[in-house]
């Protein structure tokens, strides 16, 4: 009897053992896959990873949009006047708070606090637009008191709105970003990096409908109550279609300009299953433009991506003795530990999947 009790305990504590092993949740799961895909990312020899080009730009960054791997970077984390490109994130709050069939009513403070000479599409106190109508307006015209209007509808105040944008961009995982309001115009504790945008910018493409609005060249705003023409409205990109540095793989991305920024850019373009993002900043015209397509031309022609559940085979542990499906403790089981299948990295054309460094990670939630 004792010895069948000595039995039974040991198999409880395999079992408890094993059960405990097999409680990683979906959280879990994400996090394996998030590291394993930015781990291994890393080549274990540096000599594989290809020379950027030489850009003029202060700050700027190419980043893989699927993987968040970092391609290329220039004083990344420098901070930096952003300009317009805050834009892309007054957008992705506006399309995370409402829908696009809301009416958003101009305030005397919206349409006159504007820097003077400032972009602007001419809206009027008490005119009337709709969500979608004024996130075209910001996104292609940049237009400054359309952006302080959404912020009022959003969150009540500018202020407040500022706030909601340092909340998301903290959530995002942004160390060197402080917004101070909803259009970029100057503001000594409004500033950014080239990192942090490009993390902001994968974010809201990961929204479809931001990716269709700064996809957009052109768009008209019907009449509105207070204004009986139509506005055309045109995307100030030069990168997209038809455009004077158009590039073919453009599919989107906002423009920013201030006396202190100077030029800084925000472009999304994807070439077969590769989306990068890539952001300049502080740098004079026309080379924001020509700086973004040499990076572009470098990130496409120098990396491939891979699929990690493809490549990636000393996780697996079904072949493990103990846990072999003939084991008649555990029977038909399933391997502990799996890799999503859709996860991925990046990697140069030059190195093989052995040449990058794996790590894994658990986290008993």
Known sequence: MTKLKIYLCNILIVLTFFFNILSVNAASNTNLEELATSDASSCENTDLWPTGPDIESESAILMDMNTGTVLYSKNMNEELYPASTTKIMTTLLALEHCSLDEVVTFSHNAVF?????????????????????????????SANEVSNAVAEHVAGSIEEFANMMNEKATELGCQNTHFNNANGLPDENHYSSAYDLALIGRAAMQNETFRKITSTTTYTIPPTN??????????????????????????????????????????FAKRGDLELVCVVMKVESPNQYKDTAALFDWGFDNFQILNIADNEKKYNIENDSFYDTDTSIFGNTKSIVEINKNGEIILPNTASFSDAQSKLDYTNN
């Open 113 to 141: 606090s504007i820097e003077a000479g400032s972009s602007h599409i001419g809206i009027t106190e008490g005119e009337q637009l709709t969500m979608e109508q004024c996130l075209y307006g910001i996104m292609l015209e």
């Open 226 to 267: 207070l204004q009986e023409e139509s506005r055309p409205l045109s995307n100030h990109h030069k990168m997209l279609p038809k455009r004077l540095y158009a590039y073919a793989d453009c599919i989107g991305g906002k423009t920013g300009y201030t006396t202190v920024a100077r030029q800084t850019l925000v472009t």
